[in-house]
């Protein structure tokens, strides 16, 4: 790898690009406008507007697992997911796994 003398990142090879994974982001709104999120990753310079983002995979600003960004989750200044949020939708979500749970048997699941 070869670094960049006017930043940190690193710059692939030719070729090299291809192979890596790119990274999930995790959101935050910016502090300019109510309909632009940035990546909170230091080294990432995402920015996207929140009409792009609704049907985007995301990491959890809490549990740090995946999630699929709703419309009302990109309302929150930093989104959650179902399971970290307090919102009755999430409550009713938890109660019917929860319900769920206690009915199937554990090899059904």
Sequence with gaps: ?????????KIPPKGEAE??????????????????????????????QKEFLVGKRAICHKCKNDMIL?????????P??????????AKRVKDVRNFLAEILPQEAR
């Design 70 to 78: 709703t419309k009302d989750q990109l309302k929150n200044r930093i």
């Design 19 to 48: 192979l890596k994974p790119k990274h999930l982001h995790e959101y935050m709104r910016s502090s300019g406008s109510k309909n632009i999120y940035r990546c909170m990753d230091p080294d990432c310079t995402h920015y996207q």
């Design 80 to 89: 959650s997911c179902m399971n970290c949020s307090k919102s009755r939708a």
């Design 1 to 9: 790898m070869l670094l960049n003398p006017m930043s940190r990142l």
